[in-house]
Structures are given as structure tokens and as C-alpha cells.
């Protein structure tokens, strides 16, 4: 009876770490998705050039992150037959919390280069699919 118990708590825990880890995947997956649905609805000509990170060191990830999230909220729709598409895709970025760095890095968003919007979520997808 001892065993069976154990066994069902070992059962337990171990789909619990596993259910976690699968969500954080399918969040970032349901990101990816967004971004290449955005990218050909996102205006490029005559915009705001967005701080674009690329290549965060190890710490610095969710840093990049969330100037990924705040980034994307200033993209604007390339007409306004594109902006069903875009809406939802901005719920979908708002709705998205990123975690907070366990500790503070050295760059800010203010310190990346400032790209197109186009390069700002292609580099944005490189990170997602880095993570």
C-alpha cells in the first residue's frame, strides 16, 4: 500500500513539472505563430525604428524580451484592411507576461540598435525559437 501511494505522488509531481513545462512551450509557440502572422501586416516605410535586441547574453534573455513586448505594441498596421489581423495579434502580445530577470543586466532596450519594424520581428522570432 506504501508503494502504491508513493508511486502515485512520484506520478503526480513528475506530470505536474511536465504540464509546466509544456505551457511555457505552447506560449512561445502561440508567439511564434503571432509574429509570422503579423509580419506581413505590419507597416515599414515612413515608421519609428524599434530598439532591436539581438543575441542577449544567457541572463539577459528575459530583458530582451520584454523590449521585444513593449517594442511590439508601437508596430502599426500597414492599411486598414490588415488591421482584423493586427488587432488580434496585439491582444495576443498583451496579454503575454514575460518573467522578471532574476537579475538586472547591463543593456537596456535603449542600448540595441534601432531596426525596421520587418527586422524588429524577425529578430524577435530568432529569439523565440532560441528559447
Wanted: net charge positive.
Amino acid at each position: 500500500m506504501e508503494r502504491m501511494i508513493i508511486f502515485c505522488m512520484l506520478f503526480f509531481c513528475s506530470s505536474t513539472v511536465l504540464a509546466a513545462a509544456s505551457h511555457r512551450a505552447l506560449k512561445y509557440r502561440q508567439l511564434l505563430l503571432t509574429i509570422e502572422k503579423l509580419e506581413p501586416t505590419v507597416k515599414d516605410k515612413d515608421v519609428e525604428l524599434l530598439h532591436t535586441p539581438e543575441n542577449p547574453v544567457e541572463g539577459c534573455v528575459d530583458t530582451a524580451l520584454s523590449c521585444f513586448k513593449s517594442g511590439t505594441l508601437q508596430l502599426q498596421p500597414l492599411n486598414s484592411q490588415v488591421n482584423a489581423t493586427f488587432t488580434k495579434a496585439m491582444k495576443v502580445f498583451r496579454k503575454y507576461a514575460v518573467r522578471s530577470p532574476g537579475k538586472q543586466c547591463e543593456s537596456s532596450c535603449e542600448s540595441y540598435r534601432k531596426k525596421t519594424p520587418k527586422e524588429f520581428l524577425k529578430s524577435f522570432a530568432k529569439l523565440i525559437q532560441k528559447v
